[in-house]
């Protein structure tokens, strides 16, 4: 009975693994689907088993990554994000994990890392709430930016970097400010995202 729960555990771990493997998108391509205007409304729980949606950090800009434990990108860009974290959220940036994976190996790998920001936990309901942002195939990781009226700015497939990240920072703080609309950051945002050397440039 034990081996027979354990092959019943591996299966849904592949099958979960399998829905949201990462196709061969460049870094900073935007998602092909029609992304939505503003933070959709779902819940899912956080660490504590508490559930909890996007609203309960209100006045706020957003950056929201889907991950998984499993996915290397994910690890690689979390050191990333935990210092966007410490550095901008003085000035109202939070980020906010959501696993698309199994509670028990993100509450393990949350504490190895010591991830230190909000983490919200599902498998179908995690993907979900992908397809509620508007992307119905999700490639990971996936990071959706808000400003602080939950205002959709911009959405990053693929592992974020550095400059890629001030950039989009930027812009969030630009609409923030008035000084642009979502949309029209969007449009210059793409445009100065594929301006930047890709990693083999940048390595020479």
């Keep these: 009975m034990a081996g027979l729960a354990g092959a019943v555990a591996y299966y849904a771990y592949t099958q979960l693994e399998a829905r949201t493997a990462q196709p061969p998108l ?27 949606s996007l609203q309960d950090w209100p006045d706020q800009a957003l950056i929201v990554n889907f991950w998984a434990t499993w996915c290397a990108p994910c690890r690689r860009e979390i050191p990333l994000l935990q210092q966007l974290q410490r550095d901008h959220a003085a000035e109202g940036f939070q980020v906010i994990g959501i696993a698309v994976d199994f509670r028990d190996k993100v509450l393990a790998y949350a504490d190895e890392m010591q991830i230190d920001y909000p983490l919200l936990i599902g498998e179908q309901e995690a993907l979900d709430a992908a397809a509620a942002f508007g992307v119905t195939t999700v490639g990971l990781p996936f990071t959706v930016f808000s400003d602080r009226k939950g205002r959709i700015v911009t959405a990053h497939l693929g592992e974020l970097t550095a400059a890629e990240a001030g950039l989009i920072l930027d812009a969030v703080r630009r609409v923030d400010s008035g000084e642009t609309s979502p949309e029209a950051a969007r449009t210059a945002l793409e445009a100065a995202l594929a301006a930047l050397p890709g990693p083999e440039s940048a390595d020479e």
């Design 26 to 52: 460049a870094p900073t391509a935007q998602p092909a689907q029609q992304l939505v205007a503003t933070l959709p409304r779902f819940e899912l729980a956080d660490r504590e088993g508490q559930m909890r």
